[in-house]
């Protein structure tokens, strides 16, 4: 980084000073120092502004310039009579060819970036792959590093840059709540990343015109074809709704829950009262809530009960069941 600032600023003094030089022909140094100081300091400023802008844009928007300028060009020809060769309308007609072919370019980019992606010949091998875009709160979960470790996530774990500057803000939080919340997500990708069976890339495509992250997810899985791995209900149904490719480990949680049918008999811990009255309510090692019918004089000790019905919720899942016959 800091070899880089020196090289800007390097770049910037000579462009001052070739203003000077530039300037000593026309009598004027002071203005030419100023005037390339100032070319120097915006040339930098755009090179800085066109990092932050996805490769793919800036691709599309050169080809947009290129073909602006030699349909400019092609007009300035078609003229060259009546142009009487004035340089001046040669130029203007090449600025607005140039700066309509970038716009248009830009309009279309998305169409053009879908069209590039799909004739390329490595697309087959990229869906094959499978990658999964993983969104902030699956990474503050962590659960994801444990699916990891049993080999059952194939393909490549995508983290977006975006979602590698939220974590940083949310680790930096004045708020000591979030700051371990962030602090966590960085350590779960540390361990992702130690993983040799898995495959993690940072992927730099950014959308400066989208504000949300979660919004720019949706887009970035639009453009990749790639799947979103989430946690997040509401980012879940927005990605659905926009047609783009989610997993959420939450439905993963639940389809792996272990299977109970009325008649099977269980022992359970009832910690707490129940809602109605008489019941007592217990937890199974995976969070499944058990509603236990008379076991509320039974807080505290573990009894065996026997399932009497299975009820799946938004929430998840809840077991109702009734004391054994030896209570």
């Known amino acids: 980084m800091l070899a880089l600032i020196l090289i800007r600023a390097i770049f910037i003094i000579l462009a001052g000073a070739s203003g000077y030089f530039i300037g000593h022909s026309w009598d004027n140094e002071m203005g030419g120092l100023v005037a390339g100081l100032l070319a120097g300091g915006i040339l930098v400023g755009l090179e800085i502004k066109l990092q932050q802008i996805p490769g793919k844009v800036v691709i599309i928007g050169l080809i947009g310039l290129a ?9 300035a020809l078609a003229l060259s009579d009546i142009l009487m060769k004035n340089s001046y309308i040669r130029l203007s007609l090449n600025l607005v060819f140039g700066y309509l072919g970038i716009i248009i370019a830009l309009k279309k980019a998305e169409d053009l970036t879908g069209i ?13 792959q499978g990658e999964k875009i993983l969104d902030t709160s699956v990474i503050i979960d962590g659960r994801i590093a444990d699916i990891c470790e049993t080999g059952f996530m194939e393909g ?7 979602v590698l500057r939220e974590l940083q803000r949310i680790a930096d939080s004045s708020d000591a709540l979030k700051r ?45 074809g790639g799947k979103i791995l989430t946690n997040d209900y509401n980012l879940n149904k927005v990605a659905e709704l926009e047609g783009a490719g ?18 099977e008999e269980m022992t359970v811990h009832i910690i707490k ?13 995976d969070g499944t809530m058990v509603v236990v019918d008379n076991g509320q004089n039974h807080i505290g000790d573990k009894v065996i009960v026997s399932v009497t019905s299975v009820l799946q919720t938004t929430a998840g899942r809840m077991i109702f069941a009734r004391l054994g016959e030896s209570h």
């Not at 004739?119 to 990229?126: F, G, I, L, V």
């Not at 490549?156 to 975006?162: A, H, N, Q, S, T």
């Not at 989610?246 to 008649?263: C, D, S, Y």
């Open 156 to 162: 490549i774990l995508v983290i977006p840059r975006f």
């Open 273 to 285: 009262e129940g809602k109605e009255f008489g019941q007592g309510v217990a937890y199974l090692d």
């Open 67 to 75: 073909v602006g300028l030699i349909i400019g060009n092609l007009i």
């Open 180 to 224: 371990n919340r962030g602090r966590r997500g960085l350590d779960v990708l540390n361990k992702i990343q130690k993983k040799k069976n898995v495959k993690v890339m940072i992927n730099e495509t950014d959308f400066p015109e989208i504000r949300e992250v979660d919004a720019k997810l949706v887009k970035l899985a639009k453009v990749t």
């Open 246 to 263: 989610v997993l959420n480990i939450n439905e993963l949680a639940e389809t792996l829950k272990p299977v109970v049918l009325p008649g």
């Open 116 to 128: 590039l992606t799909l004739s390329s010949p490595w697309k087959k091998e990229k869906d094959g």
